[in-house]
Structure formats: structure tokens, C-alpha cells
């Protein structure tokens, strides 16, 4: 069972920034593309940004581009979102999860709300 664990959510201003972590338990993340998904209350989960296996290639949502960065440490298996100028719309729950997501890799993910 791969535990795939979300931290650093939290309550910020619109303009406010914050750095999201995931961290894996295995090693197995790390030869896989992993993206974050944001569910924002009463929505289905979308992609926000993925990171490809060896970290060439990202991709992000056209919502976040240019304010969001993926980044990931194979070393320590974790895979990072540094987000800043928070909107509104950012707010919501993030997971992180291989791109196709993995059923067993859903973590409780971590919660950001944007709000004054």
C-alpha cells in the first residue's frame, strides 16, 4: 500500500502564497508523471499542474500558469506546488497522484482557502 501523504494548505489572502508538499512512501512515484489536483466544494477534482518522471516536462491549467510551479525531488520522493497570487478559485482541496491518477495513491490531501 503506497501512502502518499499532502501538507502546507492553509488560510491566505487573495495575492497570499503558499508551498504545498507531497510525500511518498515509495520509490515507485518517482519513474511516473504526478500532478496535483484541486477539488474545489461541490466540483470534480481536476488537474492543476503534472510534472513528467525525470522533471522535463510540465504542464499547467491555463487558471494557473504563471503563478503555479510543480517541482519534485526524486531523492526524497516528494513533489512540491509553490503557488502564489492566490485567487479565490484556488481554493479547495489539493491531492496529489500519478498522472493517470492511481486509486490506491489518494491521500487526504490538504486544504487551502483563499479568503479575506
Known amino acids: 500500500q503506497v501512502h502518499v501523504v499532502e501538507s502546507g494548505g492553509g488560510t491566505v489572502q487573495p495575492g497570499g502564497s503558499l508551498r504545498l508538499s507531497c510525500a511518498s512512501s515509495?520509490?515507485?512515484?518517482?519513474?511516473?508523471?504526478v500532478a496535483w489536483f484541486r477539488q474545489a466544494q461541490g466540483k470534480e477534482r481536476k488537474v492543476v499542474a503534472l510534472?513528467?518522471?525525470?522533471?522535463?516536462?510540465?504542464w499547467y491549467d491555463d487558471s494557473v500558469t504563471g503563478r503555479f510551479t510543480i517541482s519534485r525531488d526524486n531523492d526524497t520522493n516528494a513533489v512540491y506546488l509553490e503557488m502564489r497570487d492566490l485567487k479565490y478559485d484556488g481554493t479547495g482541496v489539493y491531492y496529489c497522484?500519478?498522472?493517470?491518477?492511481?486509486?490506491?495513491?489518494w491521500g487526504q490531501g490538504t486544504q487551502v482557502t483563499v479568503s479575506t
Open positions: 510534472i513528467s518522471s525525470i522533471a522535463i516536462a510540465t
Open positions: 515509495e520509490q515507485t512515484i518517482n519513474s511516473l508523471t
Open positions: 497522484n500519478t498522472s493517470p491518477p492511481h486509486p490506491n495513491y
